[in-house]
């Protein structure tokens, strides 16, 4: 609880998220059997489905089983994506492997069945010519590429956050990466959540080699400064090779964003 | 699961477990932070789960160039062997209904690595106090049935104060009395299991408010240091602020990066 200027007494929210603990027991004390089965049913419908986007059939078979991989990238967000697609896929041909969807509360659909195959969360391809690189597992010479970019006021520093040269990168590594990195490391104490954490996370527990690529930048959206800002990584392991006419996807990156500016005709 | 970072696990038997609770404040957490940082202790392992959002950064206890680029995840496991001591230290919050699976996970590995005991750091609203506990001490403990029978002798001779039962219905007048802990996270589901699964437990919280929560850190710390005396006093002078708690590298911009001079 705080007490504001104005006289009033609010419930101020709680950093260590602990204020949900105590109503979650008044709930779990007060559950039925039938609430308990509604609250499987909905964590059993929080599936997350792999499947073949072509044809929506469920894949049999695990996908780093069916494909050898050694060099598995990930692309989070948009920019990172639009460097991937524009720099790395364009070159060569990648063939459509699979797509994994989920589905929450929060989706518009009852269910993950219902979900049309354009939104898929996570579209997987390979080369055609190397089928060993995965793009968008847990086999022991597999190095693991993550790219994404975070706003440059979740960077910490001592020095405002005005006065940094944005957008740049910054790594994270696992142990059992030994390559070295295109930048700078992260310095402590900035720390990164989600699913590129989820994945280093994962890497870092079970010894893969891992490397994370992180752009802050000051624009979220789709931009191309930003996604450019990754050019340094195409001298990495991971994405060696990959890029053939880095002029051409240059100009590919352009396109991409000056379709994707929504014209604002308020003042013309 | 505790996944080890060398080949073969460690043997915890007969060691001392220390965790925090993910409370207000942080206490606990920051608390077990001074543990590791001022003893020192190496990374043993990670307690891998899905239950608490994930994190990575780089080594938060870093103190030279060279440490300061391994990767740290949000559960890991350290140890000091020669005190028998291991920490667990949590650096994230639990996605919501996760919580009690994380404690039905941590007790049965507890049970299954034979810990001699288990003390959880922990904090609790001070705006939730009442008349009696705002005239006392912040700190108050808590053990478990089969804990009281080795220490509550060492306990009662610190003159240590036991968190107070109140009502558990707060707005009846004949409600039962149990222990709460308000914004004490999974403290309390942690000492109920613990008590019906005989595992031996203490508890140590403070009460606090959210702000800048150092200084209730290293009160937890020093506190737990009565007891278990982790580290000793260098000169004959007992007093809290001689001992030499060390901060760790990451404690800095707590409060956010530094401001733009054109704000002045």
Redesign the interface.
Known sequence: ?AATFFGEVVK?P?????????E??EE?RRETPEDREV?RQLARKREVRLLRRQTKASLEVALLEKYSCSRFIIAVGNNAVAFLSSFVMNSGVWEEVGCAKLWNEWCRTTDAVHMSPTEAHCVFYHLKSNPSVFGSCPKKNMQVTVLTCRHV?D?????????LPSPFLKA????NFKDPVCCS??????????????V??YC???QLPAV?YLCYTDVMKLDLLTAEAFKPVLSSRGLKGLAKNVPQSTEILRKLMTANEVQSNIYT | MFVPCGESGPDLSGCTLLLPAVSVGNVGQLAIDLIISTLNMSKIGYFYTDCLVPMVGNNPYATAEENSTELSINTEVYSLPSRKLVALQLRSIFIKYKSSSFCEKLLSWVKSSSFARVIVLSSSHSYQRNDLQLRSTPFRYLLTPCMQDSAQNEIQSLNWQEMEKTPCIPEMSDSDYCVRIPGGGITRTLYQESCSKEIPMAVLLKFVSEGDNIPDALGLVEYLNEWLQIIKPQSDDPTPSTLPWKIPSSWKLLFGSGLPPALF
Request: aromatic residues 4%; hydrophobic residues 35%.
């Open positions: 609880m101020a709680c950093r260590a998220g602990a204020e949900d603990d105590e979650e027991e779990r609250r006021t960077y910490k520093t001592s020095e405002s956050t005005g006065s994270l590594k696992t142990q490391l992260l310095e402590q104490p900035n720390i990164v959540h989600d699913l590129p954490a989820a280093l996370s870092q527990v079970w994370l």
